[in-house]
Each structure stands twice: as C-alpha cells, then as structure tokens.
C-alpha cells in the first residue's frame, strides 16, 4: 500500500497538470502527509486529521479552516482510489475567510529592496542579480511570485517588451506587456546570468548552480533583505519573521496603478476590467477589493463621488 504521501504526489502533479497553483497547498499538505506517515496511516480519517491539528502547533481558526479546506479537497480526490478515505466535514472547523490589508510600499523603499538585493553574496555572484531583477520585476508588473518564477527564457520577448504568462492562478495564459527601463534591466540580468553560468535554455531566474530559483529560496532572500533595511526585525536561526511580503508588491503595483486612474481623471470602472486581466484576476470583484483594503483608495472614490453629486445638483439647479 502507498503512504499518503507517495499519494499526494500522484494528486499534485494531476492538479499542476491542470494548471492550479499549489504552492501554499502543497507545503501545508506535505506536512500533513508527512504526519500520516509517522503515524504509520495511509488513509484519510477525521481523526487523523484532528491529531494533526493537535501536533502541528498554534493557529487560529480562519488559518485551520483554510487548512480544513486543502486536506478536503485531496481527500476527496483520494476517496476515488481508496473508498477507507473519510472527508472532514466542512463545519469541522468554523472559520472565516479574510483578507488581511496590504501593505503598500512607498517608492523609496522598493528602491531600497532593489538596491539591497543586489548587494546579497554568493559564489557566483547570481543571487544578487536574480533578487533584485526578481523583487523589481514584481513591483513594477504585478507578477505574482510564482509567476514569475515560472517564467523560462523564450517567455519573456525583450524586443516586443512583452511577458507571456503561460499558467497564471487561474489556470489561463496572459500577456504582461513591461515598460522599456524594465525591458533594459531584464536584458542586463539575462546577460550577466549567461556570462556566469554560461548560455542555456530554460528557467530566467536562476541560482548560483543554474536550477530555477524556488519559491522557498526567493522568500528567505526576501526576508534578508527585509531585515536589513528595517522592514522586518531582524531574527535569529535564519528565521524569516513578519512583516511587509513580497506579495505586497504586487498590491503595491495595483493600489497604486488604481490611484494614478483618479487623479488623471480616467473613470475607473472602465479601468477596472483593463486592470483585472492584467492582473490575472478570475473575478473583477478581485481587483475592487483594494477599496476595502485601501482606506487612501476609499477616500478618492468617496472624493469622486461627492464631486459627481455637486456637478449633477449644478446641473438640476441650473436647469430650473
């Protein structure tokens, strides 16, 4: 018989091959498997995930239903191929999904990230190339982390300035166009890449032995640098602590992309549709959430608002 994680193998290179991002799911789901395993369990009970509950540590009860809702879903793909799986009912854990606000980055501290990115040491001297393109390619297209990982070298066409994102969250590709100084600083680190591992196809981002740089890898790097320029305390054992993400980037690049629409006058629910498939968004609700999240945005459309209701009761009065 197989252990669960032999099993959960096989479930997540199905889901991948459908194109679902299973970055958080795949960490949180190996820890899971991996208790199984020490328990000597190769099928999916209620128990053995309430165990689990008990021996993985501390977390709230929004964090264990997100949880819930992941060992849900492999158990229900697993109940196809061994009728002993139990599916945890999805009241086992009561929780409610939420969003936590962004932080939005001022220019002087994306500048700052850069900057000490590409200070950071290594053999060959790549990873502060590969840091610093990656973390300012993020702020300035919106890129999730992941994305950008993915991206190989004949995905990325310098010369039309165009970025094809073959898989996004949702499963669908879409282009990125990029501004011309990101076209440049993607063309310096594409050379310097091939003049210190040599000239392959493959993988854009990479590290100092030529693999594609993980998920993993670009968070601690990130980290690094969020703590030595104050964005984070500094931490010891190598921990990465708390504190502004690199997925705040990409909320920086929309919040202030959204911003640039009111105070250029452009109506912004015109924009939105724009802005939502740029981003990748499966829903248009997706991008309007920055306004719940944002207070500076909920003041401009407030703003906006009262001046369309004193143009319309110019307009009424003028016209008595």
């Given amino acids: 018989m197989s252990?669960?994680?032999?099993?959960?193998d096989d479930y997540l290179a199905v889901r991948r091959s459908l194109g679902f991002d299973l970055s958080l799911s795949a960490r949180v789901l190996r820890r899971f498997t991996a208790f199984a395993d020490r328990e000597e369990t190769d099928h999916i009970t209620v128990d053995l995930f309430l165990r689990w509950k008990v021996a993985f540590g501390k977390a709230d009860n929004n964090t264990w239903s997100s949880r819930l809702g992941m060992v849900r879903v492999?158990?229900?793909?697993?109940?196809?191929?061994d009728e002993r799986t139990e599916v945890p009912?999805?009241?086992?854990?009561?929780?409610?999904?939420?969003?936590?606000?962004?932080?939005?980055?001022?220019?002087?501290?994306?500048?700052?990230?850069?900057?000490?990115?590409?200070?950071?040491?290594?053999?060959?001297?790549?990873?502060?190339?590969?840091?610093?393109?990656?973390?300012?390619l993020i702020a300035v297209t919106g890129l999730r982390i992941n994305e950008a990982l993915k991206l190989d070298d004949d995905d990325i066409d310098l010369d039309a300035g165009v970025i094809t994102v073959k898989r996004g969250k949702t499963?669908?590709?879409?282009?990125?166009?990029?501004?011309?100084s990101a076209v440049d600083w993607l063309r310096i680190y594409r050379l310097e890449r091939v003049r210190l591992l040599g000239a392959s196809a493959g993988?854009?981002?990479?590290?100092?032995?030529?693999?594609?740089?993980?998920?993993?890898?670009?968070?601690?790097?990130?980290?690094?640098?969020?703590?030595?320029?104050?964005?984070?305390e500094a931490?010891?054992?190598?921990?990465?602590?708390?504190?502004?993400?690199?997925?705040?980037?990409?909320?920086?690049?929309?919040?202030r992309t959204i911003m640039a629409w009111y105070r250029g006058g452009l109506d912004p629910d015109r924009e939105m549709s724009k802005l939502s498939t740029?981003?990748?968004?499966?829903?248009?609700?997706d991008t309007y959430w920055y306004f719940e999240a944002v207070p500076e945005l909920l003041q401009l459309a407030s703003e906006r608002a009262e001046r369309a209701m004193h143009?319309?009761?110019s307009k009424r009065i003028s016209a008595r």
Avoid: M
């Fill in 3 to 8: 252990t669960l994680t032999q099993r959960l």
């Fill in 74 to 81: 492999f158990a229900r793909w697993l109940q196809g191929h």
């Fill in 89 to 136: 009912p999805a009241g086992l854990i009561p929780g409610k999904p939420r969003r936590g606000r962004p932080y939005i980055y001022s220019d002087k501290e994306i500048i700052a990230i850069v900057t000490r990115a590409a200070k950071l040491r290594s053999q060959r001297e790549l990873r502060g190339w590969t840091c610093s393109t990656l973390f300012g």
């Fill in 171 to 180: 499963g669908r590709a879409r282009l990125v166009p990029i501004a011309a």
């Fill in 203 to 232: 993988a854009f981002f990479r590290n100092d032995n030529g693999h594609r740089l993980t998920e993993g890898a670009a968070r601690y790097n990130f980290a690094v640098v969020s703590q030595g320029i104050g964005l984070r």
């Fill in 235 to 255: 931490q010891r054992y190598c921990k990465n602590g708390r504190g502004p993400r690199i997925h705040d980037l990409r909320h920086t690049f929309a919040v």
């Fill in 278 to 285: 740029y981003l990748g968004h499966a829903r248009p609700e």
């Fill in 311 to 313: 143009r319309e009761a």
